[in-house]
Nanobody, 125 residues
Framework: QVQLVESGGGAVQAGGSLRLSCAAS????????MAWFRQAPGKEREFVAA????????SYADSVKGRLTISRDNARDTVYLQMNSLNAEDTAVYYC??????????????????WGQGTQVTVSS
Protein backbone atom coordinates (compact mmCIF):
# COMPACT_ATOMS: atom_id res chain seq x y z
CA GLN A 1 0.00 0.00 0.00
CA VAL A 2 1.43 3.33 -1.07
CA GLN A 3 1.53 6.06 1.55
CA LEU A 4 2.70 9.66 1.33
CA VAL A 5 2.77 11.38 4.71
CA GLU A 6 3.36 15.13 4.93
CA SER A 7 4.57 16.97 8.00
CA GLY A 8 6.03 20.32 8.97
CA GLY A 9 3.09 22.60 8.38
CA GLY A 10 2.04 25.26 10.84
CA ALA A 11 1.48 28.95 11.44
CA VAL A 12 4.15 31.52 10.66
CA GLN A 13 4.36 35.27 10.25
CA ALA A 14 4.93 36.89 6.88
CA GLY A 15 8.60 36.80 5.96
CA GLY A 16 9.16 33.61 7.91
CA SER A 17 10.18 30.11 6.82
CA LEU A 18 8.93 26.55 7.06
CA ARG A 19 10.18 23.21 5.79
CA LEU A 20 7.66 20.60 4.75
CA SER A 21 8.53 16.91 4.55
CA CYS A 22 6.82 14.05 2.76
CA ALA A 23 7.80 10.49 3.60
CA ALA A 24 6.94 7.87 0.97
CA SER A 25 6.41 4.16 1.54
CA UNK A 26 5.07 1.25 -0.48
CA UNK A 27 6.59 2.38 -3.76
CA UNK A 28 9.97 2.27 -5.43
CA UNK A 29 10.97 5.85 -4.83
CA UNK A 30 13.55 5.86 -7.62
CA UNK A 31 10.83 5.27 -10.20
CA UNK A 32 8.82 8.32 -9.24
CA UNK A 33 8.99 12.03 -9.78
CA MET A 34 7.79 13.91 -6.72
CA ALA A 35 5.85 17.14 -6.53
CA TRP A 36 4.16 19.59 -4.21
CA PHE A 37 0.76 21.11 -4.87
CA ARG A 38 -1.31 23.45 -2.72
CA GLN A 39 -4.94 24.41 -2.30
CA ALA A 40 -6.02 27.70 -0.78
CA PRO A 41 -9.54 28.20 0.63
CA GLY A 42 -12.06 28.55 -2.20
CA LYS A 43 -9.47 27.88 -4.89
CA GLU A 44 -8.44 24.93 -7.02
CA ARG A 45 -5.42 22.84 -6.20
CA GLU A 46 -2.37 24.24 -7.99
CA PHE A 47 1.10 23.08 -8.87
CA VAL A 48 3.99 24.36 -6.73
CA ALA A 49 7.15 22.38 -7.57
CA ALA A 50 8.36 19.03 -8.89
CA UNK A 51 11.63 17.15 -9.13
CA UNK A 52 12.62 13.93 -10.79
CA UNK A 53 14.74 11.16 -9.25
CA UNK A 54 18.14 12.42 -10.32
CA UNK A 55 17.40 16.10 -9.99
CA UNK A 56 18.07 16.67 -13.67
CA UNK A 57 14.56 18.07 -14.06
CA UNK A 58 13.06 20.60 -11.65
CA SER A 59 10.03 22.77 -12.19
CA TYR A 60 8.50 25.60 -10.15
CA ALA A 61 5.36 27.67 -10.39
CA ASP A 62 6.22 31.27 -11.24
CA SER A 63 4.66 32.47 -7.99
CA VAL A 64 7.17 30.57 -5.86
CA LYS A 65 10.40 30.83 -7.85
CA GLY A 66 13.25 32.11 -5.73
CA ARG A 67 11.39 31.52 -2.45
CA LEU A 68 10.48 27.81 -2.34
CA THR A 69 12.92 24.98 -3.01
CA ILE A 70 12.10 21.32 -3.60
CA SER A 71 14.64 18.67 -2.68
CA ARG A 72 14.62 14.95 -2.12
CA ASP A 73 16.63 12.50 -0.06
CA ASN A 74 16.48 9.32 -2.11
CA ALA A 75 18.11 7.28 0.66
CA ARG A 76 15.24 8.21 2.99
CA ASP A 77 12.42 8.13 0.41
CA THR A 78 11.56 11.67 1.43
CA VAL A 79 10.87 14.88 -0.45
CA TYR A 80 11.08 18.34 1.10
CA LEU A 81 9.80 21.81 0.39
CA GLN A 82 11.83 24.61 1.93
CA MET A 83 9.68 27.73 2.05
CA ASN A 84 11.29 31.12 2.67
CA SER A 85 9.97 34.70 2.54
CA LEU A 86 6.45 33.45 3.06
CA ASN A 87 3.49 35.74 2.48
CA ALA A 88 -0.25 35.52 3.08
CA GLU A 89 -0.83 34.23 -0.47
CA ASP A 90 1.12 31.10 0.46
CA THR A 91 -1.58 30.11 2.98
CA ALA A 92 -2.96 26.75 1.83
CA VAL A 93 -3.04 23.04 2.43
CA TYR A 94 0.11 21.60 0.88
CA TYR A 95 0.04 18.14 -0.69
CA CYS A 96 2.84 15.96 -1.94
CA UNK A 97 2.30 13.74 -4.95
CA UNK A 98 4.11 10.98 -6.81
CA UNK A 99 4.14 10.35 -10.55
CA UNK A 100 5.72 7.36 -12.27
CA UNK A 101 8.76 8.77 -14.02
CA UNK A 102 8.18 9.93 -17.60
CA UNK A 103 10.30 11.74 -20.15
CA UNK A 104 8.96 15.07 -18.98
CA UNK A 105 8.07 16.46 -15.56
CA UNK A 106 4.35 16.99 -15.13
CA UNK A 107 2.71 20.03 -13.55
CA UNK A 108 -0.83 18.68 -13.96
CA UNK A 109 -2.83 17.18 -11.08
CA UNK A 110 -4.35 14.41 -13.14
CA UNK A 111 -1.00 12.94 -14.10
CA UNK A 112 0.03 12.17 -10.54
CA UNK A 113 -0.62 8.68 -9.26
CA UNK A 114 -0.48 9.04 -5.48
CA TRP A 115 -1.27 11.82 -3.02
CA GLY A 116 -0.68 12.59 0.62
CA GLN A 117 -3.34 13.82 3.03
CA GLY A 118 -2.01 17.38 3.13
CA THR A 119 -0.53 19.69 5.74
CA GLN A 120 -1.83 23.16 6.57
CA VAL A 121 0.39 26.23 6.19
CA THR A 122 -0.97 29.51 7.52
CA VAL A 123 0.91 32.77 7.01
CA SER A 124 -0.24 35.82 8.93
CA SER A 125 0.55 39.33 7.79
Amino acid sequence: QVQLVESGGGAVQAGGSLRLSCAASGLRFSRYSMAWFRQAPGKEREFVAAKNWSGSRISYADSVKGRLTISRDNARDTVYLQMNSLNAEDTAVYYCAAEIAKTRLSTTLGEYDYWGQGTQVTVSS
